[in-house]
């Protein structure tokens, strides 16, 4: 019998695919992290059988374990609307569906970005944080997740805003740091005028900065004159999929304007649920 405390989190990346059962009391793994490369091209149909296998391992221990999938992309009504390191085919797939089938069982299928931004705020750096959180992710684009009061607000891709006429991924990813050899002094400054703009755009109470650069946060963290706190995550490879697992069993919402059978946006059927909530609360 399941526990209601565990579910299975899947992490879909450009070039793994990887998963484990956790714990969503402590954001522990309590199975080995099973990973398996991204299938070649990134189509559809081989990143859904392969993260079937990663499943059907997983569920050996418990087979009625809740599921949750966090993919590169914009997902909306589990449609994904866009593709990063991925086959262009998954733009305008019914993507939920196709998992759904392929795995015979409901999922929650999530954003990648949110779901690293809500593992931070069950068992990271956000925890117990109070107003609005933004998350980045700093790897080969920027990604992004809204927290407010403990509630994702999700497909926020301020990884795209304009600054100094550029889409700011393109100047201050981490990928631009290595492509064009910066110091962490002057990959810093991009930065900082990346920070500076969402700053005055949203305000936050905080800022993490997760992906695998924050390993290294002393290098350039400390060169950022912001208001608003900034600290890096706690969890990093680990953050997708104990993300997707906790959403699996608190049945957050995939889209923020999603209407309900009243047909009023703001009364959805499966209303944002705040993060520590009781399953079903």
């Known amino acids: 019998m399941t526990s209601q405390n565990h579910a299975i989190g899947i992490d879909i990346g450009g070039t793994g695919i990887k998963g484990g059962l956790v714990d969503l009391t402590t954001g522990e793994l309590v199975s080995d992290r099973v990973k398996l490369p991204t299938p070649d091209g990134g189509k559809p149909d081989d990143i859904v059988e392969t993260t079937k296998e990663i499943v059907d391992q997983l569920a050996k221990a418990e087979p009625d374990a809740p599921v949750g999938v966090c993919f590169p992309a914009i997902v909306s009504h589990g449609v994904t609307l866009s593709a990063a390191n991925v086959a262009k085919d998954w733009i305008g797939l019914h993507a939920e569906n196709l998992f759904e089938k392929a795995l015979g069982r409901d999922i929650h299928f999530v954003n990648d970005a949110d779901a690293a931004g809500y593992a931070e705020t069950r068992f990271g750096a956000a925890k117990g944080k109070d107003g609005l959180v933004i998350m980045t992710t700093l790897g080969t684009g920027i990604g992004s997740a809204l927290i407010y009061d403990g ?55 905080l800022f993490i900065v997760g992906g695998g650069v924050s390993k290294n946060y002393q290098e350039f963290l400390p060169l950022l004159k912001l208001k608003t706190p900034i600290v890096p995550a706690v969890h990093r490879n680990n953050a997708g999929i104990l993300g997707a697992a906790a959403l699996a069993v608190r049945g957050e919402r995939r889209d923020a304007g999603h209407r309900g059978r009243s047909g009023e946006v703001g009364t959805p059927d499966d209303a944002l649920t705040p993060a520590g909530a009781a399953p079903g609360a």
């Open 151 to 205: 509630i994702l607000i999700p497909n926020a891709e301020l990884g795209h805003l304009e600054v100094d006429g550029h889409d700011a991924e393109s100047r201050a990813a981490y990928s631009a740091k290595e492509r064009e050899d910066l110091s962490w002094e002057k990959w810093a400054k991009r930065l900082q005028k990346y920070y500076s703009t969402v700053e005055f755009l949203f305000t936050p109470d």
